[in-house]
């Protein structure tokens, strides 16, 4: 018997061989269809190739894409688990033609495959086509020899498919396989079609038209293929099952659960693992491709999957995590044909498992609450609204694990009353923001997330997605449209834009619609609304339309190590100076990064030499950077590090990096850094490149800040300095490792050469300013001395005085700005004059104050130096009077 592994091969070695390049699935959230939730057919990714926009290396591919149909347009959430065909997520086995190969083609390969490579039996089979194409059926009759009433004309829309209400578009042909008249139902077309006699196996698009919002239809350039073949249902055709759960691959995972759960796979608890199956198939791959469980968007339509499941575990028994200990079967089963299954499987697990460990908690009183409320009810009537709004609110029950609940004793949920008590809490919480003293700018943003929900941010794994732009805002208003030269506020409805949040900065880039261009400058987020603050530089922009969100890369990936480098520092720091180290504070700019903590005192050269070495050591273990949600407990018992400034709701995002020799504290000891963190962060520490500090500083008391570079930037500083160095080698003609030797010795020269200056100056002083002339019968010298400090002037005066034996000396030392008055008096002569009385007087003149010392000797200081004359004719004018 083939396996479902043997069947995707088989489909897609068929292909390979005619000239099709075998293209790897599309992530499940589509990075290029704003109104798409996740991805649910192989097409998906090659929307842009049909119209045209994009090119391809190849005209002809093939692929078995993941889909999920959960949340969104396409939902079949509420039926997994009760029918035979309904999946969350499937397998999606295609071959596309872009210009290439078209209808005829298209059909023979079809034809062959199945009928020769998978061996059904032709006579079983039939097809369909749009009733006005009179080519497909003419095909058909030449190709599989049908006779007219096998090949049926369907004149609506199941014979034409479109991939939304806009985009490439045209008639398709439908292959059935019949299962024989023991089985009720009809051919399709006829009013019992839905049986389950005539199961289609392969829808086979003729692309050919591309739709426009205005309702008009234009030609496609080039005429294309679009197939799309559900594995799980061909699969259960060629095992000869009439259920997809019965075939091998959903079959070994409902084993593993029944298993997991010691039940009877096919006993009571049959439809649960089936549930579980299918769930674990969707929940795995959604968080494989960075989808997380949240409150909004995506993010919620993962976590109402993952507590459905939970119900269902526990309705089987289960009393831990069951989906989280299925991973290893589901990796065991398609890890080899999706190596990213395998690659995030440690992620999926823990993801998992943190999840159903939360809802697990409120789950039974949940449960016990229904139980109630449905005790006190009529038989059969209805769970009331504010019942299933109150199971929604306080225990974290979604509406449709509610209805599905209900479901299995034939009850239904008052969905009206629900979306009443809804929409109560909204005009509570909005009373509230208008309470709270928010400007009435503000307002608008709240009232843009009640309408619209928050905007969902995809750019941890994308810089580039289309959006759809739900408003433009200006001065705290709508408009309806921006034009060239305008300022304006952006939203849309998803984005990769990081808003500024935790000291990273926000993204700049462009957005761009059919008619215009918008520059962002900034992006920031109110309420949940991200605001694109953007200048309009081409045509217009307008609300309603697709847009193209493109970040800015280069910048964007200079923050990102920046970011990770900073968290590498934190902790390089708390381990060179001690736990006391917190952060206090961070930017994340795509030229540095600055990092605030509590410390006493500078940092040491050699302690910023340790932390920038230990950061760099990490970055070249390369580890890589891992995210998961966790509760803030969970995160606190892995040792992780709170924010500074941040406030924690039910769930943190932890950001993980590196590798310690096992010396680490908490329960995730071998993680080096460890942080609760929201922004965007390298995927390897490798990215970060090189690290340098730029020095420490004090910011306030106890709390330094270290800045450094990574990178380009960090490169280029270091280039830079390597620079200055070889200027200075130059100027002094040594080597770069002789220039401090070389400073120093200088240094050394130019101190003597200016004690050797001094030492001249006064023997010049001196030498000039032997002229004693007598004053009241007194020997007195009286000078203005240039070129020599204050506090030359004590040994000149008494080497004077040695040389008169008796007499007085006054020097005043010209020093440019403030003048120094010295005034000595030979012992012999104090009983008649004091150094203290003539220094003053002195000083006075010069308009300083002040001044003293002993009789023998006195100085003091002064203003204005001009002065210096009138200063010594004061002293003069004393000694004549003694
Ligand atoms: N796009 C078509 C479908 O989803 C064929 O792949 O059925």
Known sequence: MASLNDIRSTFTGYFARQGHAVVDSSPLVPRNDPTMMFTNSGMVQFKNVFTGVETRPYDRATTSQKCVRAGGKHNDLDNVGYTARHHTFFEMLGNFSFGDYFKDDAIAFAWELITRDFGIDPSRLLATVYHTDDEAAAIWKKVAGFPDDRIIRIPTDDNFWRMGPTGPCGPCTEIFYDHGDHIPGGPPGSPDEDGDRFIEIWNLVFMQYEQHADGTRQDLEKQSIDTGMGLERIGALLQGKHDNYDTDLMRALILASAEATGTDPDGPAKMHHRVIADHLRSTSFLIADGVLPSNEGRGYVLRRIIRRAVRHAHQAGARDALLAKLVPALVRQMGNAYPELSRAQPMVTETLRGEEDRFRKTLERGLRLLDDELGNLPDGAPLPGDAAFKLYDTHGFPLDLTQDALRERGRAVDVEGFDAAMEEQRTRARAAWAGSGETADAAIWFDLAQENGPTEFLGYDTETLEGQVLALVRDGARIDRAAAGDTVAIVVNQTPFYAEAGGQVGDTGTIRTSTGTARVTDTRRSAGVVMHLAEVVDGALQ??????????????????????????????????????????????????????????????????????????????????????????????????????????????????????????????????????CGGTHVGQLGQIGTFVTLGDSAISAGVRRVEGLTGQAAHDYLRAQDHRMAALSNLFKTG????????????????????????????????????????????????????????????????????????????????????????????????????????????????????GGRPEMAQGGGADASKAGEALDAVRALIAAA
């Open 736 to 851: 770069p490792d002789e220039v401090a030797d070389r400073v120093r010795g200088l240094l050394d020269e130019r101190r003597r050469l200016q004690a050797e200056i001094a030492q001249l100056k006064r023997d010049a002083a001196m030498a000039s300013g032997g002229d004693a002339q007598d004053i009241n019968g007194m020997q007195a010298v009286l000078q203005t001395v240039a070129g020599v400090s204050g506090k030359e002037l004590g040994p000149m005066i008494d080497a004077m005085k040695d040389r008169l034996g008796s007499g007085v000396v006054a020097l005043i030392a010209d020093t440019g700005a403030k003048p120094a008055v010295a005034v000595g008096v030979t012992s012999d002569l104090t009983d008649r004059l004091s150094a203290v009385d003539l220094v003053k007087a002195a000083v006075d003149a010069l308009g300083g104050r002040g001044g």
């Open 543 to 676: 609300p309603g339309q697709s847009a193209d969100l493109e970040v800015d890369h280069d910048r964007r990936s200079r923050i990102r190590a920046n970011h990770s480098a900073t968290h590498l520092l934190n902790e390089a720091l708390r381990n060179a100076l001690g736990d006391h180290v917190a952060q206090r504070g961070s930017l994340n700019a795509p030229d540095r990064l600055r990092f605030d903590f509590s410390h006493e005192g500078a940092l040491s050269a050699d302690q910023l030499a340790t932390v920038e070495a230990e950061v760099n050591a990490l970055i070249r273990q390369n580890d890589s950077v891992t995210t998961r949600i966790m509760s803030p407990d969970e995160a606190r018992a892995l040792g992780a590090q709170a924010l500074f400034g941040e406030k924690y709701g039910d769930e943190v995002r932890v950001v993980s990096m590196g590798k310690r020799d096992g010396s680490g504290k908490g329960t995730d000891a071998r993680t080096y850094s460890l942080e609760l």
